[in-house]
């Protein structure tokens, strides 16, 4: 139990499909990440959120739609996805704010996302 | 733009052998980390290195940190089997936003 739960764990879907992944962090941190791990390219970072503002979006096409809803809940909504978008889907959290007062960052199982 | 290199990419040492992990990065940084990752499974956290000179050691494992050279060594001693794993280095900028470089792929072979 890492304190980061990612779900689903597993996930094929079609390219027409419409998908959700789910982040849920109970270390009360304030800043939450989406991060893509490819076979083939170093992990990249997708998006950033702090106190559930969206701080940073890293160029990521817009089949890819996050929302966080609160400090403790991330989402990654998929939709009209590409072959090439299969890849371990990884979140993260951190406390966030002010980067004087705290480090560390916390990541989730991830979730092995395959588009056929 | 804030990047991180690796070297070597892929490792493969005999158990009992030293070997070091390099990490060099691109531009000033507050703090270095280096993390663990077993096939199929997340990331493991297991250096935070916050100021220059800093030193941190967990069993066979010592990481060490030099900021004005941007460099940043995993150090291997004897390793076991167990070691066998990816390892990574990433720089955090401004406290928000981690930076990762390749990944080694250490492999310990009996």
């Known amino acids: 139990e890492t304190g980061v739960t990612q779900t689903p764990r597993h996930l094929v879907m079609g390219m027409t499909n419409k998908k959700s992944l789910k982040c849920e962090q109970h270390?009360?941190?304030?800043?939450m990440y989406w991060y893509k791990q490819s076979a083939k390219k170093p992990l990249e970072l997708m998006f950033v959120?702090?106190?559930?503002?969206?701080?940073e979006n890293n160029s990521v096409p817009s089949r890819f739609s996050p929302e966080c809803p609160n400090s403790s809940h991330l989402f990654l909504h998929l939709h009209t996805l590409q072959p090439e978008d299969s890849a371990l889907y990884l979140c993260?959290?951190?406390?966030?704010?002010?980067?004087?007062?705290?480090?560390?960052?916390?990541f989730g199982s991830g979730t092995r996302l395959t588009v056929v | 733009e804030l990047k991180v290199e690796q070297n070597p990419l892929f490792l493969s040492m005999q158990e009992g052998k030293n070997y070091t992990i390099y990490c060099n990065y691109s531009?000033?940084?507050?703090?270095l980390y280096w993390y663990r990752q077993d096939p199929g499974k997340s990331l493991e956290s297991l250096f935070v290195?916050?100021?220059?000179?800093a030193v941190k050691q967990e069993g066979r494992l010592m990481a060490s940190l030099d900021t004005k050279a941007r460099l940043s060594t995993l150090h291997i001693t004897a390793a076991v089997h167990d070691l066998s794993a990816t390892y990574f280095c990433?720089?955090?900028?401004?406290?928000?936003?981690?930076?990762f470089g390749a990944g080694t792929i250490l492999r310990v072979k009996s």
């Open positions: 531009t000033t940084s507050d703090r």
């Open positions: 990433a720089v955090d900028r401004y406290g928000n936003k981690l930076v």
């Open positions: 290195l916050l100021s220059n000179g």
């Open positions: 959120y702090n106190f559930k503002e969206q701080t």
């Open positions: 270390l009360g941190h304030n800043a």
């Open positions: 993260a959290s951190s406390q966030g704010g002010d980067f004087r007062q705290g480090y560390g960052y916390t």
